[in-house]
């Protein structure tokens, strides 16, 4: 058996910077209201036509394959998690293959939303530990900014998320005090609408008892995407923000523990916390629950926004270029959202 360790990194973010004051300009909201909620105070977006989910994950994904000393040829496996894929099917990871002349080997998409990464890196981490692949590729990537509802209405939602794009490459190490210790994941159905994005979809109104869906009343057919779903555009995310705080803070702190213990460590062990960059609250509440100094977390959904799936890599590659995540360091990565899902993972550097 092998421990997989973390080769390469990387991280892409659309130039085009978006201010909270841009957005006071489409819809009813400020900049102070923003940053007390959620420490947002810009986000990026991707160029609508020129990029999409795949294309932010491919500029990371090279930095990554570049820094493990590698190239795409090298890669044996691809895991690409996303909520906002260039199409309903197929996945974004062979869109980014296409791109990237990786085809003929294995891409797999995840969907677990926030905690996409964390999923990515055990199912990648699995691969790599048997012997099975030695060059896996791990995108999580996110183009939310052409999905959401830019009107007063989609307010809550809408300042919150950004675009881009976060990448490692996993590779077997022999030293079994080393790379990627354990990962755990978790999910409860039971809140699945409180935060979600519904339509395109078949469920026809099912779990929420309702017809409103409009599928055409024919015996065969119909449609993912209905005229109906358009006209009363049902067709934005949907969050209800104060439950999922009131989880957030609970399942993060709990995740943490897990992996922790799994391993006989306490939480003044850990040299560098990557929290998924979900609401700055929640990270501080989480942060201070631990006991963590602010020089043990990394944050930046003040510059970002919540970029879902992209969050973790995109802060742990910042983390790491700015020389704070180092050899032997304990690095702890944690995540919370859509499903609802979370999960954890513990790296030793
Ligand atoms: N600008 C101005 N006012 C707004 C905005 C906005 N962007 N959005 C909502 N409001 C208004 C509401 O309409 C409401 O007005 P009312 O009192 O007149 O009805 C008021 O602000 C309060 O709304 P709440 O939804 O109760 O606001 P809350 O204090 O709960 O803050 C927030 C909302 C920031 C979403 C909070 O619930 C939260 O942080 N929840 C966690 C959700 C989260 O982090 N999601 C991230 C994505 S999921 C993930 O990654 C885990």
Redesign the pocket.
């Known amino acids: 058996m092998f421990n997989s360790k973390i080769a390469g990194i990387g991280y892409y973010v659309p130039e085009k910077v978006v201010t909270n004051f841009d957005?006071i300009k489409v819809?009813?909201?400020?900049d102070e209201?923003?940053q007390e909620?959620?420490g947002i105070v810009e986000r990026r977006y991707a160029e609508k036509h020129k990029e999409s989910t795949s294309t932010l994950g491919v500029k990371a994904a090279e930095i990554a394959i570049a820094r493990a000393g590698i190239t795409a040829k090298d890669i044996d496996f691809i895991v690409f998690a996303t909520l906002s894929p260039d199409y309903y099917f197929p996945g974004s990871g062979v869109l980014l293959q296409r791109q990237m002349g990786m085809n003929g080997i294995g891409a797999l998409d995840i969907r677990n939303?926030?905690s996409g990464f964390i999923y990515g890196l055990s199912v990648a981490d699995q691969f790599v530990k048997t012997g099975m692949y030695k060059n896996v590729l791990l995108v999580g990537a996110e183009m939310h900014s052409c999905g959401l509802d830019f009107t007063?209405r989609g307010?809550?939602?809408?300042?919150?998320?950004g675009d881009g794009a976060g990448a490692v490459v996993l590779q077997p190490t022999e030293d079994q005090a080393k790379g990627v210790l354990s990962t755990h994941l978790h999910a409860d159905g039971e809140h699945a609408e409180r935060?979600s994005y519904l339509n395109p979809g078949s469920h026809g109104g099912v779990f929420l008892g309702t017809e409103k869906f409009g599928y055409p009343d024919q015996e065969f057919g119909g449609a993912f995407l209905t005229e109906h779903m358009i006209a009363t555009e049902d067709i934005y995310p949907n969050?209800?923000?104060?439950h999922?705080?009131k989880f957030?803070v609970t399942k993060f702190p709990e995740v943490i523990q897990e992996a922790l213990h799994a391993n006989g460590y306490q939480a003044k062990d850990i040299d560098m916390f990557i929290p998924?960059?979900?609401?700055l609250?929640?990270s501080q509440f989480v942060q201070q629950k631990l006991g963590l100094s602010d020089d043990k977390v990394w944050n930046n959904i003040q510059k970002y926004g919540?970029t879902?799936a992209a969050?973790i890599p995109i802060a742990l590659c910042e983390a790491w270029e700015a020389g704070k995540v180092k050899e032997n360091d304990l690095v702890c990565l944690a995540?919370?959202?859509?499903g609802f899902t979370w999960a954890s993972a513990l790296i030793r550097w």
């Open positions: 957005l819809m009813d909201t400020s209201w923003i909620r959620t939303q926030c007063t307010r809550n939602v809408t300042v919150i998320f935060l969050m209800d923000g104060q999922v705080f957030a998924h960059q979900a609401n609250r929640i919540n879902t969050s995540a919370f959202g859509s």
